[in-house]
């Protein structure tokens, strides 16, 4: 099938609104350019080029997340969760589960299971991360979610989540750390080497 014929058939298929399974596997079959992550939003596909600098981020929380819980706790990246909400499969950039934590039979990991989450802002999607995001997180009672923004060299922490958002948001500027002590992390997050754009 031809890229041309598998987005007409994305579109016929449309009327009747497929799941989200059906379809991460017509985008697994069309040609996504390296360095690229697909996710789906409310049922709006985005692709995100990976640049360094976001990368760099990912990789120093993610580094922290291991050093505090070891290779026993998973800690991972860009893997597809499926989170309430109209037709959201995201793909957190990172995101820590509880030590119980195990993939479905079809291999997925389960929203229930998450700890943590953290974004990096890119700026054609910072819109979601700040907005459709954070109301998923928090409707599946994620107890931290960080987004970092190197845009505005900040962090946002967003904890206490109730009726579908969070109630608390802490504003930590780069080069400030972030005091998760008290949350489920139960770790400071060195922002020092966090770069900027």
């Known amino acids: 099938m031809t890229v041309l ?16 399974d059906e379809w ?15 996710e789906i939003v409310g049922g709006n596909v985005y692709m995100t080029p990976q640049r ?3 990368w760099e981020i990912i990789f120093e929380i993610a580094q922290t997340l291991r050093n505090r819980f070891g290779k026993g706790r998973k800690v991972l990246s860009d893997v597809r969760i499926d989170f309430p909400g109209h ?13 119980s934590a195990k993939p479905e039979a079809r291999g997925h990991w389960r929203y229930q299971d998450v700890e943590f989450v953290a ?6 999607t910072a819109a979601n991360d700040y907005g459709p995001k954070r109301l998923a997180y ?20 967003h904890t206490d989540p109730k009726d579908g ?23 400071v997050l060195k922002t020092d080497d966090f770069p900027r754009d």
Not at 9 to 20: I, N, R, V
Not at 87 to 99: M, R, Y
């Open 52 to 54: 360094t600098n976001h």
């Open 119 to 124: 974004e990096v802002i890119s700026q054609g």
């Open 24 to 38: 991460f596997e017509r985008l697994e079959r069309m040609p996504v350019p390296e360095g690229y992550r697909v």
């Open 87 to 99: 037709a959201n499969g995201f793909c957190p950039d990172v995101v820590l589960f509880k030590e």
């Open 5 to 20: 014929e598998d987005r007409i058939a994305m579109a016929d298929a449309d009327a009747s609104t497929p799941s989200l």
């Open 165 to 187: 958002d969070y109630t608390t948001c802490t504003r930590v500027d780069f080069g400030t750390d972030v005091d998760l002590t008290g949350t489920v992390v139960d770790l």
């Open 138 to 157: 928090a409707e599946a009672e994620v107890p931290v979610y960080l987004i970092a923004d190197p845009y505005q060299g900040r962090c946002h922490v």
